[in-house]
């Protein structure tokens, strides 16, 4: 029935990176290392780490008429992702203007180029692509009715995941659509609004399913994550595995009566060269592993995995890991 395991419908940029000693203030200049430009952007990103893991990817995404969008198909490509659902032309390809700092810490800005004339027409034309994928991932870095126009055309049965990135309030029609909706503190916040968004993780999740989603993942870094599901009450009743721990029983997701469970799930400890792309391969591995049949905690763990593996090489697509290196850890 599905010819792809992940459909990813999204973003391709090429990354300019230069390492800085640190970031400049306002009005500032400082001197930074080499030029190096990579392939990038959070959906081809997303597409380049499922493939690698081993996972039937495709790509819905746009690209210009250039050599960057040419890096970025022979990446993808190279990765194994199929491109037929990669569009040329419109505008020059995005590039993201990246610092990194001597932690690995990265500040980015993102000049859409492309990636801003993906529109809902493109979506509807790529309902083939669609309706064979086991699960959709996108982010927002394409245009939001984008995003909107891929909730419409899931198919019946289809899973979709979402990463707010860049963050924005979204429509209820999205969050509702999310399972899981994918989120660390800062796009938390965004879409909740800082002083409703409570002082824990556990807050945030709790918060951000009473928006909608059907399940709520926090990335936290160092950290780990934290997973946080509703079961009705009939749910709990037949339940009988004792998953999760329960914060809570209320009125989420239009009055009915749940419970929200909240999973913590481990990170790796590894030493980190280059964050950027980390929480793509995140996305991308949890999404998978969804799509075979693993729980949310279990592909939240394994995704963690696969976003430690990517924190210890530079670059993003370069970096992310194959299944078995991701089993080395």
Not at 26 to 32: C, F, I, K, Q, S
């Amino acid at each position: 029935m599905y010819d792809y395991d992940l459909l990813v419908v999204g973003s391709a940029n090429a990354d300019l990176v230069i390492d800085v000693e640190r970031r400049p203030a306002a009005g500032e200049t400082v001197l930074g290392g080499d030029l190096a430009v990579h392939p990038g952007g959070k959906g081809a990103n997303q597409a380049v780490a499922a493939a690698r893991l081993g996972a039937a990817t495709a790509l819905l995404a746009r690209v210009g008429d250039d050599g960057h969008g040419r890096l970025l198909i022979d990446s993808l490509r190279t990765a194994g992702v199929d491109t037929a659902g990669v569009l040329v032309g419109g505008a020059p390809t995005g590039v993201a203007l990246i610092t990194v700092d001597p932690s690995g810490d990265n500040s980015i800005v993102v000049s859409p180029g492309a990636n801003g004339r993906l529109t809902p027409e493109d979506v509807r034309a790529a309902d083939g692509l669609l309706r064979t994928s086991r699960v959709v991932s996108t982010q927002l870095e394409i245009p939001l009715e984008t995003v909107v126009e891929v909730v419409r055309s899931l198919p019946e049965g289809g899973r979709f995941v979402l990463n707010p990135s860049p963050p924005r309030p979204l429509p209820g029609e999205v969050l509702a659509a999310c399972d899981p909706l994918i989120v660390n503190e800062h796009e938390a916040k965004v879409i909740l609004g800082d002083s409703a968004a409570g002082d824990t993780p556990e807050d945030w999740a709790r918060r951000l399913l009473a928006e909608g989603p059907r399940s709520v993942v926090v990335t936290l870094g160092a950290e780990g994550a934290l997973v946080a599901e509703t079961r009705t009450e009939t749910e709990r009743r037949t339940d009988e595995s004792g998953a999760g721990v329960g914060v809570g029983v209320g009125a989420v997701g239009g009055g009915v009566d749940v419970e929200v469970e909240v999973t913590r799930v481990a990170s790796v400890r590894v030493d980190a060269v280059d964050t950027t792309g980390a929480g793509d391969a995140f996305t991308a591995a949890l999404a998978w592993r969804l799509g075979t049949g693993a729980t949310l905690a279990e592909a939240a763990g394994y995704a963690a995995r696969v976003g430690a593996a990517a924190v210890t090489r530079r670059g993003a697509q370069e970096s992310f890991p194959t299944g078995a290196e991701v089993e080395a850890l």
